[in-house]
């Protein structure tokens, strides 16, 4: 590399033998001005540039840096390599005009971290989500010690408003008079619950609850009994006949195979409950 001071400014040259030197097919790809950099501020004995303390050292970490960055490394990548400053960098090369295939570089890598931040940026939002998400669930929950008769008996009433068998049927144009209380979920937690209103408020014998199970062909009926029963208290014996499939309500609902346990429905055969249950949610829609 040779430096040629003049005035008011100087200019330096870089000899390479060939192209490929800088990671180059031909001279076209060279940048317009060659490889001539103008320091308008001249040439002084202080400059990192031209240090006598210094010498050739810092001579070829510039000349390592400038073929560099003219094949595209961003002052990042060329301060991990060399350890220059990046400022340093940018004082050298901020006038430097670059080939269009290391302008292609640079934009590229600068569309790549910025996918790579948004993605790191997502995972920490995700993260700090998840962590809010749980203070607050785990605030909630001790707030919801103990639920009274009273809390229990709405509590009942609401979900057989939701989810129970409410319409009464017709055969051959006259009303069915005989109707069962009937219950359908997936949720196991919500058909325990519901059975603690049969049981506590509905005074519900042990011996009128039945139960059935509607499942996909693949899944295991026998596993499947085995884990209502415990959920439900509910002898095997009183389990009815299994379904398989989805049912005509749920049909174009939820996608195949999202119900783990499949659903649950609850039956007990008492018209006079049937009727109290809706006098109940009549007189909770009227308050």
Request: hydrophobic letters at 35%; charged letters at 25%.
């Amino acid at each position: 590399m040779e430096v040629s001071p003049s005035s008011p400014s100087f200019s330096i040259y870089i000899s390479i033998e060939s192209p490929k030197d800088l990671g180059l097919r031909s001279t076209t790809e060279l940048p317009r001005h060659g490889y001539i950099i103008h320091n308008k501020e001249g040439l002084h004995k202080s400059n990192l540039l031209y240090n006598e303390n210094m010498g050739s050292v810092v001579r070829k970490d510039y000349e390592e840096a400038f073929k560099l960055r003219l094949v595209g490394r961003s002052y990042s990548e060329i301060n991990s390599l060399l350890g220059i400053p990046k400022s340093t960098l940018s004082g050298w090369f901020s006038g430097l005009e670059l080939s269009d295939k290391a302008n292609d570089r640079l934009r590229k890598r600068v569309y790549t971290k910025s996918i790579v931040a948004l993605i790191r940026r997502n995972k920490n939002q995700t993260h700090i989500a998840i962590q809010r998400m749980r203070k607050i669930r785990s605030a909630a929950r001790k707030e919801i010690m103990s639920i009274s008769r009273k809390e229990l008996k709405l509590i009942g009433i609401a979900l057989y408003w939701a989810e129970g068998y409410k319409m009464t049927k017709k055969v051959h144009g006259r009303e069915v008079t005989n109707h069962p209380v009937s219950f359908v979920n997936s949720d196991p937690a919500l058909i325990s619950l519901f059975l603690r209103f049969l049981r506590d408020i509905c005074k519900v014998e042990e011996n009128r609850i039945t139960a059935s199970i509607r499942i996909y062909e693949h899944m295991n009926e026998k596993e499947l009994l085995r884990f209502w029963c415990k959920i439900t208290n509910v002898p095997l014996e009183k389990f009815q006949k299994t379904y398989y499939g989805v049912s005509k309500s749920s049909q174009h609902k939820r996608p195949f195979n999202r119900l783990q346990y499949g659903t649950l429905a609850v039956r007990v055969n008492d018209t006079n409950l049937f009727h109290k249950i809706i006098g109940w949610i009549n007189g909770l829609a009227s308050v």
